[in-house]
């Protein structure tokens, strides 16, 4: 049979990726709401449609088969159990009561899949309910009673294929949390990935799929600071190793400020020995290898990062590519996602236009850059490579 999902590196020919199309959760966002909803911005929705449109076509002129998250929910939510657990998760929130609770399960149930999808991906409004009683009453109008999840556009960060097994991520930040419902339902009930192992789950400690890298075959690097924990990675460890799926998790202490969320906004890889990192941040970074011997995890004195890379992966020298940006462009274009490319192929990369000098030095290092426009896109503070979710690549 051909494989229809399993990742065993960061460039590997990409076959299938799944993306999700940014819809009305988008026009949730407002001035008062956009920080905690992880934006920078208000976003022109249509603009941001066009642009990630032109995204996927891109991929799927590279031959990639694209995947929307939306659609994979909808056919997931075709299951009455997956409708059944939709709605259970949705109304989990303390912020309801008993009152408002009931009439959302009530209301939430007699949607078609297509329906209870939008209100999971949009969120529900108290003035768009008329559920009577005293909580209703209480809360303002604009209040959310099942939130809106804008950030479903990084289907980077709520899932994670590690090779056929996918880990659905546990998210650190409130506003990102219910996401990994929805890829829940997808990889629980959606017919396509019926056989896939699972890694991991909500239900543990914070590891994002930003942060998780696949170096090569058996070798993860995993970032700790912002969103994943020190107990999450430990977790993930534990767990790729018992199902073999890993000889090697490199941990990466990053610092833990918005500009360097997760890994992939300060290192990607764009060859198969070659990465792309942020001048600002490429001398310091370190990593700890973890190994096991079958029982015990077993934590290396940390290292140099391309050192300790390198030795995992057993290869001579794992290259950095050195955009030689000063530190101020640097600044300028990380902030802008420049080190977020998605590799489509041994030197083949997507990257946003904006990011100027970066992509020119990439180019100049012999790595094809395929640019698109992320003007509103950007808004969310993130790149090519969060927004995408590779679920098939060829082996490295
Ligand atoms: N892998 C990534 O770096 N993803 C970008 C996530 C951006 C989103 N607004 C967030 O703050 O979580």
Not at 91 to 115: H, K, N, Q, V
Not at 135 to 147: Q, W
Request: with cysteine.
């Amino acid at each position: 049979m051909t494989e229809r999902y399993g990742v065993d590196s960061e460039v590997g020919t990409l076959r299938t990726v799944m993306l999700h199309r940014p819809g009305n959760e988008l026009r949730r966002l407002t001035p008062r709401n956009n920080d905690k909803l992880l934006f920078d911005g208000i976003p022109w929705v249509g603009r941001a449609q066009d642009e990630h449109d032109a995204f996927a076509q891109v991929l799927r002129d590279r031959g990639v088969e694209v995947l929307y998250l939306h659609e994979l929910l909808i056919e997931a939510l075709g299951d009455p159990t997956a409708r059944a657990q939709a709605v259970e998760g949705a109304i989990a929130d303390l912020r309801l009561g008993d009152t408002l609770r009931d009439y959302l399960a009530a209301s939430l149930t007699s949607l078609d899949p297509g329906g209870l999808a939008e209100a999971l991906m949009a969120g529900v409004r108290n003035d768009e309910v008329r559920a009577g009683g005293l909580v209703t009453s209480l809360l303002a109008h604009e209040d959310f009673l099942i939130d809106p999840l804008p950030n479903l556009l990084f289907t980077r960060d709520s899932s994670v294929w590690i090779r056929n097994s996918v880990a659905v991520t546990s998210l650190a930040m409130p506003a990102r949390v219910r996401e990994t419902q929805l890829t829940e339902l997808i990889y629980g009930f959606h017919p396509r990935f019926a056989g896939a192992g699972k890694v991991y789950d909500h239900s543990l400690e914070h590891v994002e799929g930003g942060d998780v890298l696949a170096l090569g075959p058996g070798v993860l690097a995993v970032g700790v600071g912002e969103r994943t924990t020190p107990a999450g990675v430990e977790r993930l460890a534990r767990r790729v190793f018992a199902q073999d799926l890993a000889h090697t998790v490199l941990a990466v202490p990053i610092a833990q400020q918005r500009a360097t969320m997760h890994l992939d906004t300060v290192c990607t890889m764009v060859d198969v020995d070659a990465v792309l990192m942020y001048p600002n941040m490429a001398e310091e970074m370190r990593a700890l290898a973890v190994t096991t011997d079958g029982d015990q995890l077993h934590v290396a004195e940390p290292e140099p990062f391309l050192v300790a890379a390198a030795k995992a992966l057993g290869i001579d020298t794992l290259r950095r590519i050195d955009t030689g940006l000063d530190p101020v462009t640097a600044e300028r274009e990380q902030w802008d996602d420049g080190n977020n490319t998605l590799a489509l192929a041994p030197r083949v990369c997507i990257a946003y236009e904006r990011t100027v000098e970066t992509n020119q030095r990439l180019e100049e290092s012999g790595v094809d850059v395929i640019r698109i426009s992320g003007s509103e896109l950007g808004s969310g503070r993130g790149g090519p490579r969060c927004m995408s979710c590779p679920i098939l690549r060829d082996p490295a």
